[in-house]
C-alpha cells in the first residue's frame, strides 16, 4: 500500500466521479523521512491519464524513486475496460529495470461492480517478482457514494512466498467538490503488511499503522494541485512521515 502509484484505490473513483478531461498530466515528488537513522526516501513522477470514453481509460506513470540510499526507476501502465453497464475491469503492470527495492514486475487485475444505491463492491489480485522472491496481494473492498462523499473500506491479503499471510485494512473518507473534480479525504490502515524493508532484511511481513490525508485542488480549468500528507509506520523497523506535491494540467 506505500507505492505511488494509486491503482489499487482508484477503480470505483472511476465508477462515479466526475469524467475527467481527455488528457491530463501530472508531475510531482514525493519525500519520507524515517525514523531509526534510516535514510530518508524521495521520488519524482510522471503520470498520465488520457479517457476515451466514460470508464474507459489509459493510465501511466513513470518515476524515480531513492530508497535507503538506493535508485530505481519504475514504469507502469494501466487500463480500464468498462463490461456493460455495471462491471469495469482494471489491469495493470509495471517494471522496474534496477529493482533494488521496488519490484521486478508487476501485474495487477481488478473488477468493479456497481450495484446501485450508490454502492460498490471490488475485488482483484496483485502478483509482484522482487529479485529474490514474490508476493501475491489479494484485496476486497466496498464503498458507498451518497451526496458529494464516499466512505470505503478495503481488506488486503499479502504474502510472500513460503511464509504465512498477512491481512491489513484500510478505511477512508474523501469529499468532492467544484463538480466533483476536486477531491479532499482521509484514510487510515491498521494490521500486517509485506513490505521490503531494504537491505539486508528485504521483503517481510510487519504489523503496520498508516493515515494519509489527500487532496486535489483545481485553481483553474486547466490546473490543479496536487498532494498527501502522512505518517506510515513499519513495525519495529521504521516510521515514514512526508507527503507528496504535484502540478496537473488537464488538456
Same mark, same amino acid.
Given at each position: 500500500? $506505500?507505492?505511488?502509484?494509486?491503482?489499487?484505490?482508484?477503480?470505483?473513483?472511476?465508477?462515479?466521479?466526475?469524467?475527467?478531461?481527455?488528457?491530463? %498530466?501530472?508531475?510531482?515528488?514525493?519525500?519520507e523521512?524515517?525514523?531509526?537513522?534510516?535514510?530518508?526516501?524521495?521520488?519524482?513522477?510522471?503520470?498520465?491519464?488520457h479517457? +476515451?470514453?466514460? &470508464?474507459?481509460?489509459?493510465?501511466?506513470?513513470?518515476?524515480?524513486?531513492?530508497?535507503?540510499?538506493?535508485?530505481?526507476?519504475?514504469i507502469?501502465?494501466a487500463?480500464?475496460?468498462? +463490461?456493460?453497464? &455495471?462491471?469495469? /475491469?482494471?489491469?495493470?503492470?509495471s517494471?522496474?529495470?534496477?529493482?533494488?527495492?521496488?519490484?521486478?514486475? #508487476?501485474?495487477?487485475?481488478? +473488477?468493479?461492480w456497481? !450495484? /446501485?444505491?450508490?454502492?460498490?463492491? $471490488?475485488g482483484?489480485? &496483485?502478483?509482484?517478482?522482487?529479485?529474490?522472491?514474490?508476493?501475491?496481494? %489479494? %484485496?476486497?473492498?466496498?464503498?458507498?457514494?451518497?451526496?458529494s462523499?464516499?466512505?470505503?473500506?478495503? !481488506?488486503?491479503?499479502?504474502?510472500?512466498? /513460503?511464509? #504465512?499471510?498477512?491481512?491489513?485494512?484500510?478505511?477512508a473518507?474523501?469529499?468532492y467538490?467544484?463538480?466533483?473534480?476536486?477531491?479532499?479525504?482521509? $484514510?487510515v490502515?491498521?494490521?500486517?503488511?509485506?513490505?521490503?524493508?531494504?537491505?539486508?532484511?528485504?521483503?517481510?511481513?510487519?504489523?503496520?499503522?498508516?493515515?494519509?490525508?489527500?487532496? &486535489?485542488?483545481w485553481?483553474?480549468?486547466?490546473?490543479?494541485? !496536487?498532494?498527501?500528507v502522512?505518517?506510515?509506520?513499519?513495525?519495529?523497523?521504521?516510521?515514514?512521515t512526508?507527503?507528496?506535491?504535484?502540478?496537473?494540467?488537464? +488538456?
Amino acid at each position: 500500500m $506505500s507505492r505511488l502509484v494509486l491503482l489499487l484505490e482508484s477503480l470505483p473513483l472511476v465508477l462515479y466521479a466526475a469524467g475527467a478531461a481527455a488528457l491530463e %498530466l501530472e508531475g510531482g515528488l514525493t519525500h519520507e523521512e524515517l525514523t531509526n537513522d534510516k535514510p530518508d526516501w524521495d521520488s519524482v513522477y510522471l503520470e498520465g491519464a488520457h479517457d +476515451f470514453a466514460p &470508464r474507459q481509460t489509459l493510465y501511466g506513470v513513470m518515476r524515480e524513486v531513492e530508497r535507503f540510499d538506493l535508485r530505481d526507476t519504475e514504469i507502469a501502465a494501466a487500463y480500464y475496460q468498462p +463490461f456493460g453497464s &455495471r462491471w469495469t /475491469g482494471q489491469f495493470e503492470a509495471s517494471y522496474s529495470s534496477d529493482h533494488n527495492v521496488l519490484p521486478e514486475t #508487476s501485474v495487477l487485475g481488478q +473488477f468493479a461492480w456497481a !450495484a /446501485g444505491g450508490g454502492w460498490v463492491v $471490488s475485488g482483484g489480485a &496483485r502478483f509482484n517478482e522482487y529479485t529474490d522472491t514474490g508476493t501475491r496481494l %489479494l %484485496l476486497a473492498g466496498i464503498e458507498r457514494y451518497f451526496g458529494s462523499y464516499r466512505v470505503a473500506y478495503t !481488506a488486503y491479503n499479502g504474502k510472500p512466498d /513460503g511464509a #504465512s499471510s498477512a491481512p491489513s485494512h484500510r478505511l477512508a473518507f474523501d469529499r468532492y467538490y467544484f463538480n466533483e473534480r476536486s477531491r479532499i479525504g482521509v $484514510s487510515v490502515a491498521w494490521g500486517s503488511e509485506v513490505e521490503n524493508v531494504g537491505p539486508p532484511t528485504g521483503v517481510i511481513v510487519t504489523d503496520i499503522r498508516a493515515i494519509t490525508v489527500v487532496g &486535489r485542488h483545481w485553481l483553474t480549468p486547466k490546473w490543479a494541485l !496536487a498532494w498527501e500528507v502522512g505518517t506510515h509506520e513499519q513495525g519495529d523497523f521504521y516510521r515514514r512521515t512526508g507527503g507528496r506535491l504535484g502540478l496537473r494540467y488537464s +488538456f
